[in-house]
């Protein structure tokens, strides 16, 4: 359907775009024209048609991270005037829409910004910090094989809720863009607080949240200061309750002597 | 040790030396009112307080020790937090972030920075003014005409005002921030802590701040 058919009009946005060539290369702003956009693009197919543009005038296209644009995988990623995903409450980039915007705004795209989120090129940035803290803390120790009997391990109500409230990071990583430190509190106390919940985890628990630390200090990562800017910009909502809980359980492993010590090894 | 070598035990440092400052406050406020009462409430309570010596002493080197660790963990951890979120947003907007959260190291600065000149002035007195603690008609430390003599003078008293709007907001952050630190919040209590962490900010701005106002006001004399 078309912009006129659909009965609303076309717009022209102006993009400030962080234009970066490479990881270790400079960086500036460029600003272009978006034509023709109707109130129905979605944040991305926007930058899609703005790429288009660029190839047909022989230059790059802007690169950005992008994969189901349904708003479930958490690889889209940019901050949109100061927030990251655009700020629209619990709404990944790729679910935003142009219908948020007016002709003639003015959008600043930025990359997540974070020690530990080096950038590749333009919007792109290594998340791989966020991988290395699942490889540390993110994991627990089961039998594979068959599979067992429905309910064989009871879990209370609460519990599956609790856990399933946390488990629903799409590890974005735009707690970290958002936060003032570069902190992954909120993701690695969603992981923490997921298995710190259930059965299952209770093997390496305070293992784990020693190793959660340990890892995001290595990694680059900052401290929390409370600001809570996380669960404001997070598409999930993740709250900042799984942080509470993940200081709670590394004074539990701490008072059992755990920090500092090596999880057990998966085998 | 693993307690000031982690990042959540650092933090755990902050907050339980910070609680303990904040009860201190409550306690100092408490005895600062006593001078509503005129000469006969506070130079009474000081005097009745210093005969308290292992009180005073016991207090002291806890919140001299305290602070000690609140400041030496919090320029730690700020310098860390600067180093990891070295290259700034061109566009940046809070959502949720406060100007209070966001200058904690700054309000804290102003704060230490006033212990000191507050201690120098009314606890050594070696500050550059002709600060006399005297004898009151009972024969006790006349503490109240020292005071208001000296927060007559208006940069002097607009010290004391300055550093008590610091004070409101550093902990208008400060008091919910331990709570979640400490991991004794959960998402119900944590609108709470920030709601009587500002109401007692907002105590100490009015109760220590009335102070040096309502001496500057020529209503103290």
């Known amino acids: 359907m078309s912009a006129q058919a659909s009965g609303h009009g076309t717009m022209n ?36 048609v703005v790429n288009e543009d660029l190839i047909k005038q022989g230059k790059d296209p802007i690169t950005f991270d992008h994969d189901c644009r349904e708003g479930i995988c958490g690889t889209c990623s940019a901050v949109v005037n100061g927030v990251p995903h655009g700020g629209q409450k619990r709404t990944t980039l790729c679910q935003l829409h142009m219908r948020k915007f007016k002709d003639g705004d003015s959008i600043y795209l930025e990359p997540w910004r974070a020690r530990a989120f080096p950038i590749i090129r333009d919007l792109m940035v290594d998340r791989g910090a966020l991988d290395r803290l699942i490889q540390a803390a993110g994991w627990i120790s089961c039998h594979t094989g068959g599979v067992p009997d429905g309910n064989s391990t009871p879990i209370a109500k609460r519990d599956a809720d609790y856990a399933m409230d946390a488990a629903e990071c799409i590890g974005c990583g735009a707690c970290v863009a958002a936060c003032p430190n570069g902190a992954a509190m909120l993701f690695g106390g969603a992981k923490v607080a997921q298995y710190a919940a259930l059965p299952q985890g209770q093997v390496e628990a305070p293992e784990r949240v020693a190793a959660m630390i340990q890892a ?24 900042v309750k799984f942080i509470t809980r993940l200081n709670r359980e590394f004074y539990k492993a701490l008072v059992l002597d755990k920090v500092g010590a090596t999880p057990p090894k998966k085998s | ?42 130079n009474a309570y000081a005097e009745g307080l210093h005969k308290l010596v292992p009180v005073v002493w016991g207090t002291r080197i806890v919140m001299g020790s305290a602070l000690i660790l609140h400041v030496y963990m919090s320029i730690q951890i700020t310098l860390e937090n600067w180093a990891a979120n070295p290259k700034k947003y061109a566009v940046s907007r809070s959502l949720r972030a406060t100007f209070s959260s966001k200058n904690m190291i700054w309000t804290g600065a102003a704060i230490g920075a006033f212990v000191i000149y507050h201690l120098a002035h009314f606890t050594f007195r070696v500050t550059p003014s002709d600060l006399m603690l005297g004898t009151d008609t009972m024969g006790r430390p ?64 009015v109760g220590f701040g009335a102070i040096p106002a309502v001496i500057l006001a020529g209503i103290l004399k």
């Open chain 1, 216 to 239: 995001m200090a290595e990694n680059g990562f900052g401290n929390c200061s409370n600001h809570y800017e996380c669960q404001a910009a997070c598409p999930k909502g993740i709250d």
């Open chain 1, 13 to 48: 946005i102006k993009l400030i775009v962080w234009r970066q060539a490479g990881p270790d290369k400079p960086g500036n702003f460029e600003t272009y024209e978006a034509k023709g956009i109707t109130p129905h693009h979605s944040f991305l197919e926007m930058l899609d």
């Open chain 2, 142 to 205: 006349d503490v109240y005409q020292m005071v208001v003599d000296s927060l007559s003078g208006a940069v002097i008293g607009g010290v004391y005002l300055v550093a008590m709007v610091a004070l409101c907001l550093h902990l208008w952050h400060g008091i919910q921030s331990l709570f979640q630190t400490l991991g004794l919040s959960n998402a119900k209590l944590l609108p709470e802590y920030g709601l009587w962490g500002k109401v007692l900010s907002g105590i100490f701005l």
């Open chain 2, 1 to 42: 040790m693993r307690l000031f070598s982690t990042s959540i035990g650092r933090k755990g440092v902050m907050a339980v030396t910070g609680l303990l400052m904040v009860l201190f406050v409550v306690g100092h406020l408490l005895g600062n009112l006593t001078v509503f009462k005129g000469p006969d409430g506070i």
